[in-house]
Nanobody
Framework: QVQVAESGGGLVQAGDSLRLSCGTSERTFTSGRMGWFRQSPGKQRDVVAAVAYNGATPWYAESVKGRFTISRDSAKNTIYLQMTKLKPEDTAVYYC?????????????????WGQGTQVTVSS
C-alpha cells in the first residue's frame, strides 16, 4: 500500500509564507496528475492547485492565483505547495492528492492517493 505523508502546516500571521510537502514511499508522484485541496470547517473540500502531468502548466483557483505555486520533485517523489502572502481566509486543512493517470483533475474523486491533511492557520 502506498504511504503518503504531508508536512509543513502551522500557525502564521497574515502576509507570511509556508511550504507544504507531500511525499510517498514509491514512485507514485513521478509524472501523473497531482493537486492540492483544502477544507474549512463546514465547507466542502475544494481544489486550490492542480497539474495534469509532469511539466504541464498548473491550474490555480482564482483565490490563490499569484500567491500559491504547485511543484514536483520527481527524484524525491515529493510534491509541494508554496504559499505566500497568506490571508486569514486561507485557513483550512490542506490535502495533497496524486494519481498515476494524466489529465487535469479538479474534483477529489479523480485522485487515488491522498495525504492525511495538514492544518494551516493564518491569523490577522
Amino acid at each position: 500500500q502506498v504511504q503518503v505523508a504531508e508536512s509543513g502546516g502551522g500557525l502564521v500571521q497574515a502576509g507570511d509564507s509556508l511550504r507544504l510537502s507531500c511525499g510517498t514511499s514509491e514512485r507514485t508522484f513521478t509524472s501523473g496528475r497531482m493537486g492540492w485541496f483544502r477544507q474549512s470547517p463546514g465547507k466542502q473540500r475544494d481544489v486550490v492547485a492542480a497539474v495534469a502531468y509532469n511539466g504541464a502548466t498548473p491550474w490555480y483557483a482564482e483565490s490563490v492565483k499569484g500567491r500559491f505555486t504547485i511543484s514536483r520533485d520527481s527524484a524525491k517523489n515529493t510534491i509541494y505547495l508554496q504559499m505566500t502572502k497568506l490571508k486569514p481566509e486561507d485557513t483550512a486543512v490542506y490535502y495533497c492528492a496524486a494519481d498515476r493517470r494524466f489529465g487535469l483533475a479538479l474534483i477529489d474523486t479523480e485522485y487515488v492517493y491522498w495525504g492525511q491533511g495538514t492544518q494551516v492557520t493564518v491569523s490577522s
